[in-house]
């Protein structure tokens, strides 16, 4: 038998190449999906784990993310390790510039050592000694604060003064702070700091009570989850992708060693004719399927690795604002992709050998009819079907209900499976009534795409899947990403508000901040200086019924009733004594009014009133600020800078609310870019499928072509004939693979992005999905052609001869 062993990898090398492309790709999709995750997570820990990258251990409070560690023994913790150790947390002090008082204000602690500074410097220098320290550029572009200023910190005998050294930015939200001091100057205030964690390099040792050590990774993976409202977005994202890539695999590699196995069904049986055991007829065949499967899981290896890397780059190079970092090589994702492509193999190849050798060799040699559903074979793939039809949807609605991505999967899986059982009944029906349309043209095409119906099904499987797959991860990213618009749109209304409490802001200026590059579109908003009970400073009382221009809730936030006066919470901070529904006396000159407080964020250092409440303080309203709607890709900082420099000269503040979309922007664009290159990798599994399935049916039906070929039909109409009937499985699988896949993402909506954005309503994006169904026709089209041109070489007489 190694005879025969040898012989057929020689004879039947040109289809083992199709099998082992299937194979190899398969392979590559899932390794791609690994050195992906790897990169998005690196990018994580690069952004919102930047404090923790170059630790062993976090330690942080047992029921973080709701618990702080306890100050006194988190302190005691960090001391003890000296310099293998960073704290990280925040000190809510007074502070004082140039004898102005300035908003709320943090002040956190920035390492000595190189390998713990986490903030990057923006301008000047690192603070080296006491009495030194640097500030956040963005609350230096809010408070006017520059290089060399003098800040006092802190209120009577605790009060220290230091001068600004430098400006930094601090890529991780969570742990950022208003200004940063050394460790031994921030413990001066130990009375007001918070820890939330602490960065450990080499031995943990005694831990502090209440606290548990971690990886950095699992740190800022938890802490991901709790900034998602306790859903890790990341995680479901790339465990979904890991899931369909080894259903993808599975289900070509699957289809092409049963297309390629069951044209050879004559081969084994001549082969059982000639004496030749069912064992060794078994053996041979897995000792071929064995070679295939390592060679191609090994080529695949190697391309998945050279495609992640290149997939990293390329996201780099097109988001450069993407964080995505340098990815480690994940050997187990390597090793699994190997091993998934071998077993797989193995499996593929057994299971329609199996059929063969259960027989005798000569109903083996008497033509292969195709699976009917009248036959037992066709009842129970029915059966299987229905059954799975029926657990599926159970399935995902408990997922639904539980909020369980394992039922999620496991239904999705049920469901689609389920189909693919049922594609053999269901699709010629549905390629019949899409054939019924092209008109006699297409009447040949449709008769010989249904005459086989399991072929059609097989045919039509991997660009089902890939379909599917896009139409699902497009629906739910659309709906992700208007979702979170909305939500924060909420949140932050204004993303750069120019606030003048002294003078008015003039056309001018106006003019200037229109013409600002970043600038989208700006609006003056009249109102009039007042005091306000339990506010220390005036501040302008303003109405807005242009916010609608430039707001990103619609202006939803300016729309106040008579008799109420709207105040931005987070732009006074923890300084803000009044509370909802306080009544408080709101004076303009000579004239009061009594007002009930309503609180929001996202406007600045302004209380927003109705036109008739405004029209009782004052009968000349002048604009008191300028409301910024950003353009698309605006960078925060230098914008900032910009506008900072006009409202300077005029004694006007800059509330700039871009860097909590730059933060959210960021994370979304690791899941919508990780996203997208999956997505090219599932579509070049679904073409490479299609074609290599066209590609073995018309190796399987040459001598059919060559009766067609000598009864008449042109070698342009046999590429037509066969052009026609892959664009029309393609139109098939790809309006069937929408249907389903906006199914799949209104689960996923329901199971997911429900309860990480309460509010959020599904959006399906009918124009993209409308490209996916044409690119799909015009895949089906190409995955045609080297076929079709094969077929068509062939001559009648040669195609009449073969066996």
């Known amino acids: 038998m190694r005879t025969v062993f040898l012989a057929s990898l020689r004879t039947h090398l040109r289809r083992y190449v199709a099998a082992a492309i299937a194979v190899a790709v398969a392979v590559a999709f899932v390794v791609v999906v690994g050195v992906l995750t790897s990169g998005a997570y690196s990018g994580l820990m690069d952004g919102l784990g930047a404090p923790y990258r170059n630790a062993d251990h976090v330690v942080s409070a047992a ?325 799975l039809l029926v657990i599926g949807p159970a399935l995902l609605g408990v997922a639904m209900v539980q909020g369980s991505t394992a039922f999620m999967l496991a239904g999705g899986g049920s469901v689609f499976g389920g189909v693919l059982l049922f594609g053999p009944v269901l699709v010629p029906r549905l390629v019949r009534i899409t054939g019924a349309l092209l008109g006699p043209a297409g009447r040949l095409a449709t008769k010989n795409a249904v005459r086989n119906p399991r072929r059609t099904a097989t045919t039509t499987a991997s660009l089902l899947v890939g379909v599917t797959l896009t139409t699902a991860v497009l629906t739910g990213m659309t709906t992700w990403r208007s979702s979170l618009d909305e939500q924060i749109g909420r949140d932050h209304p204004i993303d750069v508000a120019l606030t003048s409490p002294k003078e008015p802001v ?54 106040v009733e008579p008799g109420k006066i709207r105040i931005d919470s987070e732009a006074f901070g923890k300084s803000l004594s009044l509370r909802p529904g306080d009544r408080v006396t709101v004076r303009v000159g000579d004239r009061r009014a009594q007002l009930q407080v309503a609180v929001g964020t996202g406007w600045g250092r302004a209380g927003v009133v109705a036109p008739e409440t405004l029209a009782t303080l004052t009968d000349a309203p002048e604009p008191h600020a300028i409301w910024i709607r950003a353009s698309s890709g605006a960078d925060p900082a230098r914008l900032g800078s910009d506008l900072d420099e006009l409202a300077d000269p005029v004694g006007a503040t800059i509330e700039n609310g871009l860097r909590t979309w730059e933060s959210l922007d960021q994370q979304l664009g690791i899941y919508t870019w990780s996203a997208l290159g999956l997505l090219g990798i599932a579509v070049v599994i679904a073409l490479i499928g299609i074609a290599n399935t066209l590609g ?85 089209l190409l995955a045609a052609v080297l076929p079709a041109r094969r077929a068509a070489r062939v001559t009648p007489a040669a195609g009449l001869s073969l066996d």
């Not at 205030?189 to 080499?202: E, I, K």
């Not at 499996?347 to 059929?355: E, G, I, M």
């Not at 106006?510 to 005091?531: F, I, K, M, W």
């Not at 009766?707 to 590429?719: H, I, K």
């Open 506 to 559: 003039t056309t001018d200026l106006l003019n200037r901040v229109r013409h600002t590059p970043g600038v989208e579109q700006a609006v003056s908003v009249d109102g009039a200086v007042a005091r306000v009970a339990g506010l220390d400073e005036p501040i302008p009382v303003v109405t807005a019924p242009a916010a609608a221009q430039v707001a990103r809730d619609g202006g939803a936030f300016a729309r």
């Open 63 to 387: 029921g973080w993310p709701s618990f702080e560690l306890d100050p006194k023994a988190a302190i005691a913790f960090t001391e003890r390790h000296g310099e293998n150790a960073a704290a990280t947390g925040r000190a809510t002090l007074s502070a004082r510039v140039k004898g102005r008082r300035l908003s709320e204000t943090t002040v956190g602690p920035i390492a000595i050592l190189e390998e713990w500074r986490w903030q990057e410097l923006s301008s000047g220098r690192f603070p080296a000694s006491t009495g030194e320290a640097v500030v956040d550029v963005y609350f230096a572009l809010a408070e006017n604060i520059a290089v060399g200023n003098r800040i006092r910190i802190g209120e009577g005998a605790a009060a220290r003064d230091v001068r600004v050294v430098g400006l930094v930015e601090s890529p991780s939200p969570p742990a950022q702070a208003s200004m940063y001091v050394t460790w031994p100057q921030l413990l001066q205030w130990r009375d007001h700091l918070h820890l939330n964690a602490v960065a450990v390099r080499g031995e943990v040792g005694q831990l502090p009570e209440g606290a548990k050590a971690q990886s950095p990774e699992g740190f800022a993976a938890e802490r991901l989850t709790y900034v998602q409202n306790r859903v890790n977005s990341l995680s479901v994202m790339l465990l979904l992708f890991a899931g369909i890539a080894l259903f993808v695999s599975v289900l070509v590699i699957a289809n092409t060693f049963s297309i390629l196995f069951a044209q050879r069904l004559r081969d084994f049986a001549l082969l059982r004719c000639v004496g030749a055991t069912r064992r060794q007829v078994v053996r041979s065949v897995r000792r071929e399927a064995a070679v295939v499967g390592v060679l191609a899981s090994l080529a695949g290896t190697l391309v998945g690795i050279g495609l992640g890397y290149g997939l990293i780059a390329l996201i780099s190079a097109l988001a450069p604002t993407v964080p995505m970092g340098a990815a480690e090589l994940p050997m187990l994702w390597l090793l699994g992709g190997f091993a998934v492509g071998l077993a797989v193999t193995m499996v593929a190849s057994w299971l329609p050998t199996r059929r063969v050798v259960r027989v005798s060799p000569l109903a083996a040699l008497r033509p292969d009819a195709a699976v009917d559903v009248h036959t037992a074979t066709g009842l129970v793939r029915l059966a299987l079907a229905a059954l």
């Open 696 to 780: 073995l049916s018309v190796l399987e039906r040459a001598r059919e072509h060559a009766m067609l070929r000598a009864l008449g039909l042109t070698r342009r109409q046999l590429r037509r004939m066969l052009a026609t009937e892959a664009v029309l499985l393609s139109v098939v699988a790809t309006l069937l693979g929408t249907v389903i896949g906006v199914g799949f993402a209104w689960v996923g909506y329901e199971t997911i992005v429900k309860r990480a954005l309460r509010d959020a309503t599904m959006q399906v994006p009918w124009p993209s999905l409308g490209v996916v169904v044409l690119i799909s026709a015009l895949a089906g």
